[in-house]
Nanobody
């Protein structure tokens, strides 16, 4: 079992920035491909960014150039730097440790609210 804990969400004005963190205790995240997703009420969970074990990154078209995913294996943490936030990006952001197409571990999420 992998227990992920997200943090760093909060209230930010449009155009603002946050750094989201995903940490785990007792499990080395370096062995996983990791991802950040978001899910608004009534919508499917959407992949925002992914980082492989070798730190290759990929992004959803809607966030490319504004969001940056990174990992610090020494800190056992994966980050998502989000900037240029838009009001429609108000939602809960989730961290994912990807094991296989049949197995993912999820955190509880961190809420991001973009409002003036």
């Amino acid at each position: 079992q992998v227990q992920l804990v997200e943090s760093g969400g909060g209230l930010v004005q449009p155009g603002g920035s946050l750094r989201l963190s995903c940490a785990a205790a007792g499990t080395r995240l370096s062995v996983f491909d990791m991802g950040w997703y978001r899910q608004a009420p009534g919508n499917q969970r959407e992949l925002v960014a992914r980082i492989t074990r070798s730190s290759s990154t990929s992004y959803a078209d809607s966030v490319r150039g504004r969001f940056t995913i990174s990992r610090d294996n020494a800190e056992n943490t994966v980050y998502l730097q989000v900037s240029g936030l838009r009001t429609e990006e108000t939602t809960v952001y989730f961290c994912d440790a990807h094991v296989s197409d049949e197995c993912d571990f999820w955190g509880q999420g961190t809420e991001v609210t973009v409002a003036s």
